[in-house]
Structure formats: C-alpha cells, structure tokens
C-alpha cells in the first residue's frame, strides 16, 4: 500500500510495507524540484535514517531498475 500528498514545496509518497512479518518500518520519499529524499526509521537506533538522491542519480535509478547486470551512463538532457 501506499499513499501519495501534495505539499507546499513537494510531492510526498509513503511506501507501507503489507508482506508476511516481521513488517519493514515505513518508506517516506519526498520528492522536491532539486532532489529527492528517502526516510525511514531504524527501530534499532529509533532515528530517522535518510539519503538524498539528485535529480541526476533518480534518473539513473529509474532507468537501472529495467537493464541487465553491467555499468553504464546516460546521456544527458540537453
């Protein structure tokens, strides 16, 4: 399941994890027009772990998910 807002400033989607247990913390990503973060809580430490990915390296991870195992680059928008 997950759930789709529209803030001042970004568009955020909540990822909720419906598998068999044990369940995973919920994913929060927010997308902003420079980048785009992804949060979760780690029950071990109880803090909001992120990572902030540039427009550049979504691009590269949207286009990664539908290419066999080898390295490449993209060509960029221009």
Do not use: W
């Not at 247990?21 to 902003?32: G, H, K, R, S, W």
């Amino acid at each position: 399941m997950f759930s789709i807002e529209h803030e001042f400033d970004s568009t955020v989607i909540t990822l909720v994890d419906e598998a068999g247990a044990p369940l995973l913390e919920d994913v929060v990503i927010n997308a902003f027009a420079e980048c785009i973060t992804v949060e979760q809580l780690d029950p071990r430490t109880d803090r909001m772990q992120k990572i902030t990915l540039s427009m550049a390296q979504v691009r590269d991870l949207a286009a990664a998910l539908n290419l066999p195992e080898g390295v490449y680059s993209l060509a960029p928008k221009g």
